[in-house]
């Protein structure tokens, strides 16, 4: 009797654990679907200003809610940046969108990116069908990046922890370099490291302390001469030093 008292125990005890195993994951597929639905949402809705479908498609697939913290997660299709760590944000996923847009991207194109953050800018790039080069002046940041880009697929693309006034010199030229903190003058080792006749750097320029930072687009052509236009008023962290990183 005892036997079959702790055979019955033993069935009830795989029975739960079955049952908390499929609850689980029913409760995992349905914040997948929420999350799809609402990222289609956003792309449908928020999206409408951009013009190339490529940038909508890239939204479309990019996983927005794998490069917040957990605390905000369920914000990630909000139109709004979010904060991370390190003082550092998600930027606001219509911008990103946008600043993709603005640099006409071709598949094939290497890129360059400065302020990896949570990796969701790399990502949209990597979707657009470039080899992207990222860097980000917090390692901890970086790395964790690095995991993030990986497990949703990103393999091809490199992140290193570095000062991105000097940009990445081994990998010299970029046909395009986005910047996703704000310098107060555009780093001239940046420029330097453009591709003649192609080169494009699209950075958020000036102090945010002064509340004076634009969108400026920059181009080097074939000559070496280097031309720029404003786009718009945005705000951005200031892009800091290497060696004078906010503790």
């Not at 570095?162 to 555009?186: C, H, K, N, S």
Request: proline share 5%.
């Amino acid at each position: 009797m005892n036997m079959r008292r702790a055979y019955l125990k033993l069935l009830a005890l795989i029975w739960l654990g079955a049952a908390c195993g499929l609850a689980g994951q029913s409760h995992a597929d349905s914040s997948t679907a929420q999350f799809d639905s609402a990222r289609q949402r956003f792309v449908e809705t928020r999206l409408q200003m951009i013009t190339d479908q490529r940038v909508k498609t890239a939204f479309a697939k990019v996983r927005r809610e794998r490069y917040c913290i957990a605390a905000n997660r369920e914000h990630a299709y909000d139109d709004r940046p979010l904060p991370i760590s390190f003082g550092q944000t998600i930027s606001q996923p219509s911008l990103v969108a946008y600043m993709t847009e603005a640099l006409a991207l071709q598949p094939g194109e290497k890129v360059l990116e400065i302020g990896t953050g949570s990796g969701f800018q790399a990502a949209v790039l990597a979707e657009m069908g470039v080899h992207v080069f990222s860097i980000g002046v917090r390692e901890g940041l970086a790395e964790r990046a690095a995991t993030t880009l990986r497990t949703g697929g990103y393999e091809d693309g490199q992140v290193r922890a570095g000062d991105g006034y000097r940009g990445w010199p081994e990998e010299v030229p970029f046909d395009a370099i986005i910047l996703t903190a704000a310098p107060e003058q555009v780093p001239q080792a940046l420029l330097d490291q453009l591709r003649p006749g192609v080169g494009r750097l699209l950075v958020p320029e000036g102090s945010q302390a002064a509340g004076a930072q634009t969108l400026r687009l920059y181009r080097k052509a074939a000559d070496g001469t280097i031309t720029s236009k404003p786009l718009l008023a945005v705000r951005f962290v200031p892009m800091v030093h290497e060696g004078r990183q906010q503790q």
